[in-house]
C-alpha cells in the first residue's frame, strides 16, 4: 500500500474551507477495501469523501478532505497538526497513517457591554464593563473615556484601564460616573458619556454609549413644602406684628387694681361663659417675673395669635441613634468554609470585592465593628481598619448598583461621620444570633433585607435571602 497527501501543509481562515487531496494505490495482489478517517483537532472540522476506497491489484484511488473551521475561538490560530489513517479491510496489520499541517489564520472579534447601559444616583453610579474576545487569539485592549456632549461635566473613573483577554475568555473593568456639582432640586438630569475599547493588534475600536441619571437631592414636593412654609412664616409675622399693637391698647385701657404697687402688665383672658355683673382685670405678676407673650409658630400660618398666657411647647423630636462605641474585631470568620473575610490582592480601593480567604490576620482582614443603638435594634456598620493611611475610611456595604455584589466603600465623612452615623441604609447590617451557636451570627442588610452569604472557599461574598440554617451565612465578627 503506498499514500499520499497534497498539500501537506494547507491555509484556511476560519469560517471558509480548505480541501486536501489523498492518493492511495493498492500494490498488493489481491482486491482491498481501504477505510479512510482524518484524527488530531482539525479532524473534527474534516469531512472525507468518499470514506471507502475499494482497489483492484495495481490500481490507485483518490479521496478529498474538505477542512471547515468555525470563525470561533475554538479553532485557535496557528498550524494544528492531524493525520489520515488508512485502513485496509483484509490486511488491517498493514495499517498506515499519513500526517499533515492544517494552518489557521487569525481573526479578531472583541465585544463589549456596559452592565448597567444607563445608571441612577444623585451622586454617583457604578458601572462594570464586560469584554470578550471571540477571536482565536490572545489580544490586549485598552479602556478609555469620552463624554457624549460638550456642556456635560461627568467624571469617569475607570479603575482597569488595561486589559488582557484570552481566547473564548471575558475580562471585566469597573468604573464610577460622577457628576460635576449636585441637584439640589428640579427634574433629572441626563448625561451622555462613552466607553471605549481599544484592541492593540487585530480588530476594530468598540464604543458603547452610556447614560447617567442624576437625580435631585431634595424631591420636588419638598421643594414646593418649603416654599409653602416660608410663605406662611412671612404671614405668621405680618399678623402678629400687625395684631400685637391692639394688645397693648386694651392692656392701656384696662383698669388698675387698688392694690398694684407698681407697673403691671396686664394678659387678655378668654369671655367666661357666665355672665357677670361687673369683669374684673386679673393682675399678671410684676416685669421682674413677667416673660413678654411668645411669636406663633410657623406651623400655625393664617391662625389668629393665641388666646392663652402660655404658648404650647412643640413636642420632643426623635432622638438620634447614638453610637455604642467601635470594638476592633480583627479577622470576620465563616462558618461553613472556615475562612475569613477579605480584600482581593490587599486593594483597598472604594468599589473593591470581597471575598473569602484562609485566615492570614493581614491588613486586608482586618476589620472594626461600629455599634448604633436605633431602638429598638442594634445596628453595625463594619469598617476595613486594616490600612488606616489608605485614603478614605472605607465600610462594607452592598453595591447598590449591583445588589448581588459586597464591596467595600467609602463612608460620609471618614471617622466623624461614623461617629455620628452619617451611613447609608445599604451599609448598616443587623447581627441575628444562631441557637446553640453563640459564636455565629447572621448579617442582615439594611437596605436590600438579604443577609451576607458566601458562596464557597476563595470565592466572592453574596448576599442571598436569611436563612439561619445556611451556614454560609454564619460569620462570627469577634473571631480574635
Not at 482491498?32 to 469523501?49: F, I, N, S
Not at 383698669?255 to 407697673?263: F, I, K, R, V
Amino acid at each position: 500500500m503506498w499514500v499520499d497527501l497534497n498539500p501537506v501543509t494547507a491555509d484556511v481562515e476560519p469560517g471558509a474551507e480548505a480541501t486536501v487531496e489523498l492518493t492511495v494505490r493498492n500494490t498488493g495482489d489481491i482486491v482491498e477495501e481501504y477505510h479512510l478517517q482524518a484524527t488530531g483537532d482539525p479532524g473534527k472540522w474534516a469531512v472525507v469523501e468518499p470514506q471507502t476506497l475499494r482497489l483492484y491489484p495495481g490500481t490507485t484511488g483518490t479521496a478529498r478532505l474538505t477542512f471547515s473551521p468555525p470563525r470561533s475561538p475554538d479553532a485557535q490560530a496557528g498550524p494544528q497538526s492531524y493525520a489520515v489513517k488508512v485502513t485496509p479491510r483484509e490486511d488491517r496489520e498493514n495499517t498506515f497513517a499519513i500526517e499533515g499541517v492544517l494552518q489557521v489564520a487569525e481573526f479578531a472579534d472583541i465585544r463589549a457591554e456596559l452592565m448597567p447601559a444607563t445608571t441612577r444616583g444623585w451622586h454617583r453610579g457604578r458601572v462594570r464593563l464586560a469584554v470578550d474576545n471571540f477571536s482565536n487569539t490572545a489580544a490586549s485592549a485598552s479602556v478609555a473615556s469620552g463624554s457624549g456632549s460638550s456642556n456635560s461635566n461627568l467624571q469617569v473613573d475607570i479603575r482597569t484601564p488595561a486589559l488582557r483577554l484570552q481566547p473564548g475568555r471575558a475580562q471585566f473593568s469597573r468604573f464610577n460616573v460622577r457628576p460635576g456639582r449636585l441637584l439640589w432640586f428640579g427634574t433629572k438630569a441626563r448625561h451622555q458619556y462613552t466607553i471605549t475599547v481599544s484592541p492593540s493588534g487585530l480588530g476594530q475600536p468598540v464604543s458603547l454609549q452610556g447614560t447617567y441619571l442624576q437625580s435631585a437631592l431634595l424631591p420636588r414636593w419638598l421643594q414646593r413644602l418649603l416654599m409653602f412654609a416660608a410663605a406662611g412664616a412671612v404671614a405668621v409675622l405680618a399678623l402678629w406684628f400687625g395684631i400685637h399693637p391692639s394688645f397693648a391698647s386694651s392692656t392701656q385701657a384696662s383698669p388698675q387694681p387698688a392694690a398694684a404697687s407698681g407697673p403691671q402688665v396686664i394678659v387678655i383672658q378668654p369671655t367666661p361663659a357666665a355672665p357677670s355683673s361687673s369683669p374684673t382685670p386679673t393682675p399678671t405678676p410684676t416685669p421682674s417675673s413677667a416673660a413678654p407673650p411668645p411669636k406663633p409658630s410657623t406651623s400655625q400660618a393664617g391662625a389668629p395669635p393665641a388666646s392663652t398666657s402660655k404658648p404650647v411647647a412643640p413636642p420632643p423630636s426623635s432622638p438620634k441613634p447614638s453610637a455604642l462605641g467601635q470594638i476592633k474585631t480583627g479577622n470576620i470568620l465563616n462558618y461553613a468554609t472556615n475562612q475569613s473575610v477579605d480584600l482581593y490582592q490587599d486593594n483597598f480601593t472604594s468599589g473593591q470585592q470581597v471575598e473569602l480567604w484562609q485566615t492570614l490576620h493581614n491588613d486586608a482582614q482586618g476589620w472594626s465593628v461600629w455599634l448604633y443603638d436605633d431602638h429598638p435594634t442594634v445596628d453595625l456598620v463594619i469598617q476595613s481598619t486594616g490600612k488606616p493611611d489608605s485614603a478614605g475610611t472605607k465600610v462594607l456595604e452592598v453595591d447598590p448598583g449591583n445588589p448581588a455584589n459586597v464591596v467595600i466603600s467609602d463612608d460620609f465623612g471618614g471617622v466623624p461621620g461614623l461617629q455620628a452615623k452619617a451611613v447609608a441604609d445599604y451599609q448598616e447590617w443587623n447581627l441575628a444570633n444562631i441557637p446553640n451557636h453563640d459564636t455565629y451570627g447572621v448579617l442582615k442588610n439594611r437596605h436590600t433585607g438579604t443577609c451576607l452569604s458566601g458562596q464557597g472557599a476563595e470565592k466572592w461574598l453574596t448576599v442571598a435571602p436569611c436563612n439561619t440554617g445556611d451556614q454560609n451565612q454564619w460569620f462570627a465578627l469577634f473571631a480574635l
